[in-house]
């Protein structure tokens, strides 16, 4: 996989995750009728998005850390929901886990583009 595609992947299942937290909080399945103020834990999320759009390597490194919240609040909320909420949970995780491995490869060709098939 080339570096352009592991960047195109990463910044599409980043994308995808603040809008399933801001459609989930909002209008599918909001704690609260009418929303709620979980919506906020999608400003984390818009913080890298530049950098992670022009394939800047602390954006990538800060959001792989950032990212297993995301995956424990979904994992978590999994467990506990019911309904829509618990499919929004599924979701969130599975996003958060595809991007975790999405980043985790991209920094991986960043730090040694010249190694195609190597394992190191």
Do not use: D
């Amino acid at each position: 996989m080339r570096l352009e595609t592991a960047q195109n992947i990463s910044a599409a299942l980043l994308i995808a995750l603040i809008l399933l937290c801001l459609a989930w909080e909002l209008w599918l399945a909001p704690l609260r009728p009418h929303g709620s103020w979980l919506v906020l834990k999608t400003l984390p999320l818009l913080l890298p998005l530049f950098g992670i759009l022009h394939g800047r390597r602390k954006a990538y490194q800060w959001l792989s850390l950032l990212i297993w919240f995301y995956a424990m609040e979904g994992s978590l909320r999994l467990a506990v929901e019911t309904g829509p909420a618990q499919f929004m949970a599924g979701a969130e995780l599975v996003l958060s886990l595809g991007l975790f491995a999405s980043l985790a490869l991209f920094l991986r060709k960043k730090r040694n583009p010249s190694s195609h098939n190597s394992i190191v």
